[in-house]
Protein backbone atom coordinates (compact mmCIF):
# COMPACT_ATOMS: atom_id res chain seq x y z
CA UNK A 1 0.00 0.00 0.00
CA UNK A 2 1.93 3.28 -0.92
CA UNK A 3 -0.04 6.54 -1.65
CA UNK A 4 -1.35 9.68 0.66
CA UNK A 5 -4.04 9.97 3.30
CA UNK A 6 -4.89 13.50 3.90
CA UNK A 7 -6.47 14.01 7.77
CA UNK A 8 -8.14 16.88 8.44
CA UNK A 9 -6.99 17.08 11.78
CA UNK A 10 -8.61 17.76 14.97
CA UNK A 11 -8.09 20.41 17.28
CA UNK A 12 -5.61 19.19 20.54
CA UNK A 13 -4.11 16.08 18.41
CA UNK A 14 -0.58 16.16 17.68
CA UNK A 15 1.08 15.59 14.49
CA UNK A 16 2.57 12.10 15.41
CA UNK A 17 -0.59 11.11 17.27
CA UNK A 18 -2.38 11.59 13.90
CA UNK A 19 0.68 9.11 12.16
CA UNK A 20 -0.29 6.45 15.09
CA UNK A 21 -3.98 6.71 14.27
CA UNK A 22 -3.19 5.81 10.75
CA UNK A 23 -1.17 3.34 11.76
CA UNK A 24 -3.85 2.13 13.81
CA UNK A 25 -6.20 2.39 11.36
CA UNK A 26 -4.15 0.55 8.91
CA UNK A 27 -3.56 -2.44 10.73
CA UNK A 28 -7.39 -2.44 11.76
CA UNK A 29 -8.09 -2.79 8.07
CA UNK A 30 -5.36 -5.66 7.39
CA UNK A 31 -2.91 -3.41 5.74
CA UNK A 32 -0.46 -5.19 7.56
CA UNK A 33 2.75 -2.97 8.87
CA UNK A 34 3.56 0.09 6.62
CA UNK A 35 5.88 3.24 6.44
CA UNK A 36 3.74 6.21 7.46
CA UNK A 37 5.10 9.69 8.06
CA UNK A 38 3.83 13.27 7.81
CA UNK A 39 4.46 15.91 5.56
CA UNK A 40 4.38 18.89 7.60
CA UNK A 41 3.96 19.43 11.60
CA UNK A 42 0.44 21.08 12.72
CA UNK A 43 0.20 22.42 16.99
CA UNK A 44 -1.90 20.94 18.76
CA UNK A 45 -3.80 23.73 18.82
CA UNK A 46 -4.12 24.06 14.41
CA UNK A 47 -6.65 22.14 12.36
CA UNK A 48 -6.75 21.08 9.01
CA UNK A 49 -4.77 19.72 6.00
CA UNK A 50 -2.36 17.38 7.44
CA UNK A 51 -0.89 14.62 4.29
CA UNK A 52 0.04 11.19 5.85
CA UNK A 53 2.59 9.30 3.59
CA UNK A 54 2.29 5.64 3.53
CA UNK A 55 4.55 3.26 2.06
CA UNK A 56 6.72 4.79 -0.52
CA UNK A 57 5.27 8.12 -0.37
CA UNK A 58 7.03 8.23 2.91
CA UNK A 59 10.15 9.07 0.31
CA UNK A 60 8.40 12.00 -0.60
CA UNK A 61 7.66 13.36 2.70
CA UNK A 62 10.98 16.01 2.69
CA UNK A 63 9.47 17.08 -0.59
CA UNK A 64 6.47 17.94 1.19
CA UNK A 65 7.99 19.54 3.92
CA UNK A 66 9.29 21.79 1.87
CA UNK A 67 5.88 22.75 -0.09
CA UNK A 68 3.84 26.41 0.14
CA UNK A 69 1.33 26.58 3.09
CA UNK A 70 -2.34 28.24 3.24
CA UNK A 71 -3.27 28.92 6.96
CA UNK A 72 -6.69 30.89 7.79
CA UNK A 73 -6.16 32.16 11.12
CA UNK A 74 -7.52 34.72 13.65
CA UNK A 75 -5.63 37.19 15.78
CA UNK A 76 -6.93 38.26 19.19
CA UNK A 77 -5.62 42.20 19.87
CA UNK A 78 -5.13 43.57 23.90
CA UNK A 79 -3.07 40.24 25.38
CA UNK A 80 0.27 38.37 24.05
CA UNK A 81 0.91 34.62 25.59
CA UNK A 82 4.30 33.19 26.22
CA UNK A 83 2.99 30.46 23.37
CA UNK A 84 1.71 32.92 21.69
CA UNK A 85 -1.81 31.15 21.30
CA UNK A 86 -4.78 31.03 23.21
CA UNK A 87 -3.13 28.04 25.43
CA UNK A 88 -0.31 30.30 27.07
CA UNK A 89 0.01 32.43 29.67
CA UNK A 90 -0.73 36.12 29.21
CA UNK A 91 2.71 38.19 29.07
CA UNK A 92 1.58 41.53 27.61
CA UNK A 93 -1.54 43.62 28.07
CA UNK A 94 -2.96 46.45 25.42
CA UNK A 95 -5.64 48.62 25.54
CA UNK A 96 -4.84 49.67 21.76
CA UNK A 97 -6.99 48.32 19.25
CA UNK A 98 -6.25 49.09 15.43
CA UNK A 99 -8.26 50.32 12.80
CA UNK A 100 -9.18 47.83 9.88
CA UNK A 101 -7.87 50.94 7.57
CA UNK A 102 -4.70 50.94 9.42
CA UNK A 103 -4.38 46.72 9.65
CA UNK A 104 -5.06 46.66 5.64
CA UNK A 105 -1.99 49.40 5.19
CA UNK A 106 -0.09 46.98 7.57
CA UNK A 107 -0.31 43.59 5.64
CA UNK A 108 1.59 45.47 2.70
CA UNK A 109 4.62 45.31 5.06
CA UNK A 110 4.38 41.72 5.76
CA UNK A 111 3.76 40.56 2.33
CA UNK A 112 7.13 39.44 0.32
CA UNK A 113 10.40 38.19 1.81
CA UNK A 114 10.40 38.75 5.79
CA UNK A 115 12.58 37.99 8.53
CA UNK A 116 10.93 36.65 11.51
CA UNK A 117 11.62 35.11 14.98
CA UNK A 118 9.80 31.88 15.35
CA UNK A 119 8.32 31.43 18.62
CA UNK A 120 9.87 30.50 22.11
CA UNK A 121 7.37 27.38 22.29
CA UNK A 122 8.26 25.96 19.17
CA UNK A 123 10.47 22.74 18.17
CA UNK A 124 13.51 24.18 16.85
CA UNK A 125 16.77 22.83 17.87
CA UNK A 126 19.16 25.32 20.06
CA UNK A 127 22.46 23.45 21.48
CA UNK A 128 20.61 20.22 21.01
CA UNK A 129 17.59 20.92 23.16
CA UNK A 130 13.93 21.69 21.57
CA UNK A 131 13.28 25.43 22.47
CA UNK A 132 10.02 24.50 23.81
CA UNK A 133 11.85 22.31 26.21
CA UNK A 134 13.90 25.14 27.50
CA UNK A 135 10.97 27.99 27.62
CA UNK A 136 9.00 25.52 29.64
CA UNK A 137 12.26 25.46 32.38
CA UNK A 138 11.70 29.28 32.48
CA UNK A 139 15.18 30.01 30.47
CA UNK A 140 15.67 32.75 28.30
CA UNK A 141 15.57 31.62 24.44
CA UNK A 142 16.79 33.65 22.08
CA UNK A 143 15.25 33.15 18.63
CA UNK A 144 17.00 33.43 15.45
CA UNK A 145 15.73 35.88 12.93
CA UNK A 146 15.26 33.55 9.40
CA UNK A 147 14.12 34.49 6.21
CA UNK A 148 10.43 33.25 4.74
CA UNK A 149 7.97 34.76 2.33
CA UNK A 150 5.03 35.56 2.42
CA UNK A 151 2.83 35.25 -0.84
CA UNK A 152 0.02 36.45 0.11
CA UNK A 153 -2.06 38.32 2.94
CA UNK A 154 -5.64 38.90 2.86
CA UNK A 155 -8.44 39.75 5.61
CA UNK A 156 -11.36 36.84 5.83
CA UNK A 157 -13.38 38.47 8.65
CA UNK A 158 -13.48 40.49 11.92
CA UNK A 159 -14.63 40.84 15.37
CA UNK A 160 -15.64 44.31 16.81
CA UNK A 161 -15.96 47.68 15.03
CA UNK A 162 -14.14 48.95 11.84
CA UNK A 163 -12.22 51.61 13.94
CA UNK A 164 -11.77 49.37 17.04
CA UNK A 165 -11.07 45.58 16.20
CA UNK A 166 -11.41 42.81 18.79
CA UNK A 167 -9.58 40.42 16.17
CA UNK A 168 -9.57 39.92 12.93
CA UNK A 169 -9.40 36.88 10.86
CA UNK A 170 -6.56 36.70 7.65
CA UNK A 171 -5.96 33.79 4.79
CA UNK A 172 -1.95 33.53 4.33
CA UNK A 173 -0.10 31.99 1.47
CA UNK A 174 3.53 30.96 3.16
CA UNK A 175 6.94 29.24 2.05
CA UNK A 176 8.18 26.86 4.62
CA UNK A 177 9.33 27.71 7.74
CA UNK A 178 6.87 30.15 8.25
CA UNK A 179 5.65 30.42 11.60
CA UNK A 180 1.71 31.65 11.78
CA UNK A 181 2.29 32.55 15.30
CA UNK A 182 4.89 35.06 15.03
CA UNK A 183 3.76 36.55 11.61
CA UNK A 184 0.35 37.23 14.24
CA UNK A 185 3.03 38.43 17.17
CA UNK A 186 4.56 40.56 14.53
CA UNK A 187 1.34 42.13 12.79
CA UNK A 188 0.17 43.18 16.63
CA UNK A 189 3.14 45.20 17.09
CA UNK A 190 3.04 47.02 14.27
CA UNK A 191 -0.44 48.19 15.15
CA UNK A 192 0.63 49.33 17.87
CA UNK A 193 -0.76 46.89 20.23
CA UNK A 194 -0.12 42.90 21.33
CA UNK A 195 -1.76 39.66 20.31
CA UNK A 196 -2.14 36.08 19.84
CA UNK A 197 -3.66 33.41 17.95
CA UNK A 198 -6.95 32.08 18.70
CA UNK A 199 -7.68 30.07 15.64
CA UNK A 200 -4.98 28.40 12.90
CA UNK A 201 -6.25 25.98 10.18
CA UNK A 202 -4.08 24.90 7.58
CA UNK A 203 -6.39 24.64 4.41
CA UNK A 204 -3.80 23.83 1.95
CA UNK A 205 -0.19 21.76 1.86
CA UNK A 206 1.57 21.55 -1.36
CA UNK A 207 -1.00 19.73 -3.85
CA UNK A 208 -3.56 19.07 -0.94
CA UNK A 209 -6.80 20.23 0.32
CA UNK A 210 -9.40 20.54 2.60
CA UNK A 211 -11.44 19.29 -0.58
CA UNK A 212 -9.56 15.64 -0.12
CA UNK A 213 -9.30 15.65 3.64
CA UNK A 214 -11.16 12.97 5.56
CA UNK A 215 -12.11 13.24 9.39
CA UNK A 216 -10.72 11.02 11.95
CA UNK A 217 -14.29 9.23 12.22
CA UNK A 218 -13.89 8.51 8.62
CA UNK A 219 -10.85 7.09 8.79
CA UNK A 220 -12.44 4.56 11.69
CA UNK A 221 -15.12 3.57 9.68
CA UNK A 222 -13.32 3.10 6.60
CA UNK A 223 -10.56 0.99 9.47
CA UNK A 224 -13.63 -0.87 10.40
CA UNK A 225 -15.09 -1.99 7.24
CA UNK A 226 -11.47 -2.78 5.98
CA UNK A 227 -11.70 -0.26 3.13
CA UNK A 228 -8.87 1.66 3.55
CA UNK A 229 -8.00 1.66 0.24
CA UNK A 230 -10.55 3.57 -1.26
CA UNK A 231 -9.54 6.50 0.82
CA UNK A 232 -5.82 6.46 -0.67
CA UNK A 233 -4.69 8.86 -2.97
CA UNK A 234 -1.91 7.69 -5.30
CA UNK A 235 1.69 8.63 -4.60
CA UNK A 236 1.93 10.24 -7.74
CA UNK A 237 -0.95 13.29 -5.96
CA UNK A 238 2.29 14.51 -3.96
CA UNK A 239 3.94 15.10 -7.77
CA UNK A 240 1.55 17.03 -9.51
CA UNK A 241 3.71 19.89 -10.51
CA UNK A 242 5.66 17.43 -11.78
CA UNK A 243 6.21 16.62 -15.69
CA UNK A 244 5.67 13.18 -16.41
CA UNK A 245 8.43 11.22 -18.37
CA UNK A 246 7.92 8.14 -20.04
CA UNK A 247 10.58 5.61 -20.10
CA UNK A 248 10.89 1.75 -21.64
CA UNK A 249 11.35 -1.22 -19.24
CA UNK A 250 14.96 -1.27 -19.91
CA UNK A 251 15.54 2.68 -19.09
CA UNK A 252 13.69 1.91 -15.96
CA UNK A 253 15.69 -0.83 -14.63
CA UNK A 254 18.58 1.72 -15.31
CA UNK A 255 16.95 4.02 -13.06
CA UNK A 256 16.16 1.05 -10.65
CA UNK A 257 19.71 0.84 -10.54
CA UNK A 258 20.98 4.03 -9.84
CA UNK A 259 22.42 4.66 -13.63
CA UNK A 260 22.19 7.74 -15.59
CA UNK A 261 20.39 8.01 -18.33
CA UNK A 262 21.61 10.54 -21.74
CA UNK A 263 19.96 11.20 -25.20
CA UNK A 264 16.17 11.41 -23.48
CA UNK A 265 14.59 14.65 -24.11
CA UNK A 266 12.86 15.77 -21.43
CA UNK A 267 11.99 18.94 -19.27
CA UNK A 268 14.89 20.58 -17.29
CA UNK A 269 14.47 20.35 -14.04
CA UNK A 270 12.67 17.66 -12.00
CA UNK A 271 10.40 14.91 -13.74
CA UNK A 272 8.48 11.92 -12.89
CA UNK A 273 10.10 8.99 -14.53
CA UNK A 274 6.77 6.24 -14.89
CA UNK A 275 6.99 2.74 -16.55
CA UNK A 276 3.44 2.73 -18.22
CA UNK A 277 1.48 3.35 -15.19
CA UNK A 278 4.39 2.93 -12.51
CA UNK A 279 6.11 5.38 -10.52
CA UNK A 280 10.01 4.46 -11.30
CA UNK A 281 11.98 7.61 -9.88
CA UNK A 282 11.60 11.38 -9.32
CA UNK A 283 14.62 12.27 -11.56
CA UNK A 284 16.64 15.25 -12.57
CA UNK A 285 17.46 16.52 -15.69
CA UNK A 286 20.89 18.63 -16.10
CA UNK A 287 22.95 19.31 -19.28
CA UNK A 288 21.36 16.21 -20.68
CA UNK A 289 22.00 14.09 -17.82
CA UNK A 290 19.02 12.43 -16.07
CA UNK A 291 19.66 11.18 -12.43
CA UNK A 292 17.47 10.01 -10.00
CA UNK A 293 16.77 11.74 -6.92
CA UNK A 294 14.37 9.75 -5.09
CA UNK A 295 13.64 5.94 -6.44
CA UNK A 296 10.21 3.91 -5.78
CA UNK A 297 10.53 0.37 -4.78
CA UNK A 298 7.24 -0.22 -6.82
CA UNK A 299 7.40 -3.12 -9.48
CA UNK A 300 3.84 -3.78 -10.22
CA UNK A 301 0.88 -1.35 -10.70
CA UNK A 302 -0.63 -0.04 -7.42
CA UNK A 303 -3.81 -1.46 -5.98
CA UNK A 304 -4.85 2.11 -5.38
Given at each position: ?H?????D??HD??S?Q????VK????E??????K??HG????????G????A????????????D?DK?Y????KFGE??????????????SD????????E?V???F???I??????Y???????Q??Y?L?????????K?R????H???????????????????T??V????Y?RS?A????I???????????R?V?A??FT?D?A???D??RD?A?ER?????L??LT????????LPV??DQA????????L???????G???AIE?E??V??????D?E??V?R????MSK???
Amino acid sequence: MHGWIILDKPHDLGSTQAVAAVKRALRESGAGKCKVGHGGTLDPLATGVLPIAIGEATKLAGRMLDSDKIYDFTIKFGEQTDTLDLEGKVIAHSDVRPTLALLEAVLARFTGGIEQAPPAYSAILIDGQRAYDLARKGQDVEMKLRSVTIHGLRVMGQEGAADALAAITLTAHVSKGTYIRSLARDIAIALGTVGHVTMLRRVKAGPFTLDSAISLDKLRDAANERAIGSLLLPLTAGLDDIPALPVTPDQATALRQGKVLTGIAATTGLNLAIEGEIPVALVEMQDGEIRVVRGFNLMSKEDD
